[in-house]
């Protein structure tokens, strides 16, 4: 079992680009959601896929988007980017069927942004 | 508004020497309560869930509680590779929001 999958682990780019980091879940699971971390923090909630669909959100602005794809592998995109939006982006995966549905998530390795 | 809060925020043992950390929180109704342990540069390591008040679980020398208002860590004669930083998080019931809240972590050291 590969685990929760991301890429790429580490991406830098300029203001004002655009970014797209990946994730595909643990073997049966099919919920995926994005965290944002900064340094010295807890990851913060940015949004949750499930059967395609953006089930729940944070609070977080228009210009972060995703993905889900039948596979249920997910994209983040996050547009016009700012120096702020600099921090390790995680995916979590976990079920939404069974006794214990969803109440065990599991996370990636990360993908460390940094916007210059 | 679900909050957690994490303490103390940095602790630094002597290998060998047991310690608490300690995880309160507020939740419209609690799912779960979730232990992470995360290393530098890495993805959070799930370690226990936690369901209701006076549940239990352990992992070698980790050992979580949970009572209505909080949940501690006990680490038992730690060594230096038990250090990492130690993320708690909540879940609210379904039927409301899913995603996890996070607290800040308390950052254990271990020294030889």
């Known amino acids: 079992d590969a685990g929760v999958t991301q890429s790429p682990t580490h991406l830098i780019k300029t203001r004002g680009q655009q970014v797209t980091l990946r994730c595909s879940p643990k073997?049966?699971?099919?919920?995926v959601s994005w965290y944002q971390q900064a340094l010295g923090q807890g990851p913060q909630f940015i949004f949750q896929?499930?059967?395609?669909?953006?089930?729940q959100r944070g609070n977080f602005p228009d210009r972060f988007s995703g993905h889900q794809f039948p596979n249920y592998s997910s994209e983040l995109n996050v547009n016009a980017l700012l120096l702020g939006d600099s921090a390790l982006y995680l995916c979590?995966?976990?079920?939404?069927?069974?006794?214990?549905?969803?109440?065990?998530?599991?996370f990636g390795q990360g993908t460390r942004l940094t916007v210059v | 508004e679900d909050q957690v809060t994490q303490s103390p925020e940095a602790l630094r043992l002597q290998e060998g020497e047991s310690s608490s950390l300690n995880c309160s929180y507020t939740?419209?109704?609690?799912?779960?309560l979730f232990w992470y342990r995360q290393d530098p540069g890495k993805g959070p390591e799930f370690l226990f869930t936690?369901?209701?008040a006076g549940e239990e679980k352990e992992k070698e020398r980790l050992k979580a509680t949970l009572t209505k208002k909080e949940s501690f860590l006990h680490i038992t004669a730690p060594k230096p590779e038990d250090s990492a930083t130690y993320l708690c998080?909540?879940?609210?019931?379904?039927?409301?929001?899913?995603?996890?809240?996070f607290g800040s972590g308390t950052q254990l050291t271990v020294l030889p």
């Open positions: 979590a995966s976990s079920s939404d069927r069974g006794v214990r549905m969803n109440t065990e998530a599991f």
């Open positions: 073997s049966g699971h099919d919920t």
């Open positions: 896929y499930y059967e395609e669909e953006e089930r």
């Open positions: 939740v419209s109704g609690l799912r779960g």
């Open positions: 936690l369901y209701s």
């Open positions: 998080a909540v879940q609210p019931r379904p039927g409301s929001a899913r995603q996890l809240t």
